[in-house]
């Protein structure tokens, strides 16, 4: 039986080296040439992930297929929200009790479109997410009065456990009775999100990310 647990999971690195030197200072029981390293030059987004950013080793994330986050909406929210051309998406960052922080979807970094729903499923807001310059989604993080300030011209945020929350800004944004062109309702929806077996490790209501 698991006893312990992490509150924040630990961020991984991913790097690429030649195989035949890492073997060659494994015989000779060196450790790998600092040059190497050097060329590795591997830095924090402001998305809690990190990135090898000497190479395109991720590019082919973003080439390969589209990633899209899709997010649930209180109701009242929605309303408040539905005739503005853009809007703040929140949701939870670290846990006021518990000093815990919800994990974020390792491929959030690459979504640039945004699909929001609420608990009826049967009206669906879209939209662009504002990105970084490095082309890549926007992600701040607010302390919960920093956030009310945020929304105050159009909404008043309801009183929850969070310290801190994620904030992406959503831009171009329509109104549609379908998810998404080629996705006609929540079901269909729902089984691309379940196909992403990253999402399911997720807190249920942090955004999932599909893959089209």
């Known amino acids: 039986m698991q006893k312990n647990t992490f509150n924040e999971l630990p961020t991984l690195q991913v790097i690429k080296l030649n195989p035949n030197s890492v073997w ?41 297929q589209k990633h899209i986050i899709v997010g649930f909406l209180r109701q009242d929210y929605f309303n408040a929200i539905k005739d503005q051309k853009e809007f ?17 979807h390792p491929y959030i970094d690459f979504c640039k479109e945004f699909i929001g729903f609420t608990s009826d499923k049967n009206q669906f807001l ?6 970084l310059s490095c082309d890549r989604c926007r992600i701040d993080e607010f302390e919960k009065l920093q956030l009310e300030e945020l929304l105050k011209p159009i ?29 006609n309702n929540f079901n269909e929806l729902s089984k ?21």
């Open 24 to 64: 060659e200072s494994y015989l000779k029981n060196q450790p790998i040439n600092p040059e190497i390293w050097d060329s590795i030059k591997t830095t924090p987004t402001k998305n809690y992930l990190y990135h090898n950013e000497s190479d395109n080793s991720f590019s082919f994330i973003q080439d390969y």
């Open 88 to 104: 703040y998406f929140y949701f939870y960052a670290t846990n006021l009790e518990q000093n815990f922080r919800f994990p974020l």
């Open 192 to 212: 691309l999100i379940n196909k992403n077996g990253l999402n399911q490790v997720l807190y249920k209501y942090s955004p999932k990310v599909i893959d089209i």
């Open 155 to 183: 909404y008043t945020k309801s009183n929850s456990n969070a310290a801190t929350y994620y904030v992406l800004k959503v831009k171009n944004v329509t109104i549609s009775d379908k998810p998404y062109d080629g996705i």
């Open 126 to 131: 879209r939209g662009k997410l504002e990105l």
